[in-house]
């Protein structure tokens, strides 16, 4: 698992680096960047809307009367947010107090602050320490848990490790490999868990309900096609292939996000162009897609095209990454005028992501989903590319 958080936090820095030599080498793009490498909402502050924040540091020491969406390197949050947290970055510290739902991903995650509703988290370590409060429930998947402070509901966990020292007013229940109860523990539901050993449970840990042990293989540092056929059960995989999905519904999220704050003229345009020209955007994506592999050979074959293959071909993967995203935030605008909705853009890009999502669950049309939204968002990027460099000339 966390070799899998590592793999995900490169892919995050190697995504940002391409992203920056590419739209800030474009002039008309680059008139269109703010600087946003720390970003702070003072104390006393109080912001009666939605907030979004993407910086190297992002601190909350105000108050936020709507729903936070922050994606960054560190995120401190010691003011009051009225609303949900949705978050990623590499460092999480949640001091102060979060009405609804907290839905973070990151390296980090220590919460010594109270969470009105639930906490459903991805990442590395997450300590919740003694003086934490989360009144609903918990769902994580990490390398590490610590959780020291009270939980108000139910608590499902797939985790490498996990102590438990506090208070849980419902169920414990997940995969974890290696599970210790401390004597302060006190579970007033179910304990049901599978792991390849026995919990470390203190004689003096209270267990009002049923407890269930049952075990599974030691999991080696293997390749996964030796998992899939040396004992791991259609439980185990069918969690890691949700993990994967979650984690890429994540970080395609937070990259959305980055690009609404960062181009917001470019992403209004290209939506725009999806809009108006959707047979257009999806036949120029799919001849882009086609010509990709004998462009590559054309400059693999001259002797200066060479370096440039190291450029073309990162910048293209960027974008064949990103184009679902485009397609995704039209699909949630429209979804949104359908029902009269007002709400924001960050909506749209949430309700857009989790409808293509949602899609690729379903075997038969995955691919084909895949690379209509793909060819539709690559598509509608290089129109909007040519009409720019047109109105330039």
Not at 188 to 205: C, M, T, V
């Amino acid at each position: 698992m966390i070799n899998l958080v590592k793999k995900l936090k490169f892919l995050i820095a190697f995504f940002i680096i391409i992203s920056t030599f590419f739209f800030f080498a474009n002039p008309v793009l680059a008139q269109e960047t703010q600087e946003f490498s720390n970003i702070v909402v003072k104390k006393g502050e109080v912001i009666d809307h939605d907030f979004f924040a993407a910086g190297s540091t992002v601190t909350i020491s105000g108050v936020v009367n709507g729903d936070v969406f922050a994606a960054g390197g560190i995120l401190v949050v010691d003011g009051i947010i009225n609303g949900d947290l949705l978050a990623g970055a590499g460092t999480i510290n949640l001091l102060g107090r979060v009405s609804d739902d907290v839905r973070v991903g990151g390296g980090t995650l220590f919460v010594n602050g109270e969470i009105g509703k639930n906490l459903t988290v991805g990442g590395g370590n997450i300590n919740i320490a003694e003086g934490a409060r989360i009144g609903g429930s918990l769902l994580g998947f990490g390398g590490a848990f610590d959780i020291r402070g009270p939980i108000g509901k139910d608590v499902n966990l797939f985790a490498g490790q996990a102590t438990v020292t506090s208070q849980i007013n419902g169920n414990l229940k997940g995969s974890i490999e290696k599970l210790v109860l401390s004597s302060e523990a006190q579970i007033l539901g179910d304990l049901e868990y599978e792991s390849p050993q026995k919990a470390d449970i203190d004689e003096r840990a209270l267990i009002i309900g049923k407890t269930t042990f049952k075990p599974s293989e030691t999991r080696k540092p293997e390749s996964f096609k030796s998992w899939t056929f040396k004992g791991w059960k259609i439980f185990n995989l069918f969690w890691l292939g949700f993990y994967i999905k979650l984690s890429a519904f994540i970080i395609a999220f937070l990259f959305g996000l980055v690009f609404l704050y960062l181009f917001p003229k470019r992403i209004e345009a290209i939506t725009k162009i999806l809009k108006n020209r959707p047979w257009p955007s999806l036949g120029a994506g799919f001849l882009a897609l086609i010509l990709f592999v004998p462009s590559v050979i054309l400059l693999a074959i001259s002797l200066i095209g060479i370096p440039l293959i190291l450029i073309f071909i990162p910048v293209f993967l960027f974008l064949i990454y990103f184009s679902k995203i485009f397609t995704a935030l039209c699909l949630g605008r429209e979804v949104l005028f359908r029902f009269n909705s007002k709400k924001s853009q960050v909506w749209a890009l949430l309700i857009g992501l989790l409808i293509y999502y949602f899609l690729r669950l379903i075997p038969i049309v995955s691919p084909i989903i895949a690379f209509g939204f793909i060819s539709a968002g690559l598509g509608a990027f290089l129109l909007d590319q040519k009409s720019l460099r047109t109105s330039k000339k």
